[in-house]
């Protein structure tokens, strides 16, 4: 998983300004909080301004270096569904809680959503901000499924095979659902 299609999919939730009253986190514009905003400038050595006015270039540097890199490089590159699971929680639910998250269930993507969908629905703020969490999990899931597609069992390959040999050459197999996927090509001599 790389770190700009991550990003890709957090700020099709993170959407522009907001400044909702029953928001804890204050003003956000990209999800990135104001207080957030305020204290990546001070590091930089810049002044604090409205984060009505936050560049792409630093919601990028902020999400790189707040979200994506404290969270185990290893993941980024054997477990993307496993990454981005754990970046979206970090970035809607702060690092600490998807840390939270992994030490509690383990390293399965599935594992964690299941755990964040109980945490958010613990949340003071569900009734208010419930829909969207839950669709974007939903969406989520779909994305993280796509990353980590199941591996087909024996027994589903064995059904492939007509008198003794499979009818075509068998490229590649995978389970989508209840669905078996098959990429043929023409047999090797």
Known sequence: MEFERALAFVLRWEGGYSDHPDDPGGATNYG??????DAWRKRQGLPTRPVREISMDEVRAIYRTRYWEPLPARYAEKDPALALALF??????????????????????????????QHLASL???PTFGRGW???????????????????????????IVDGRPPVHVERASVVGDKL?????KEEA
């Open 134 to 160: 839950t669709r974007r999990v939903a969406a989520l899931i779909e994305e993280c499924a796509r990353l980590d597609p199941p591996k087909p069992s024996l027994e589903q390959v064995r059904r492939l």
């Open 88 to 117: 979206d929680y970090a970035v809607n639910s702060g690092l600490g809680a998807a840390k939270m998250a992994l030490a509690a269930v383990g390293e399965d993507w599935r594992r964690i959503v299941a755990y964040r969908l």
């Open 181 to 185: 996927y098959v990429r043929t090509g």
């Open 124 to 126: 003071s703020t569900f």
């Open 32 to 37: 990135i909080t104001q207080a957030t905003y």
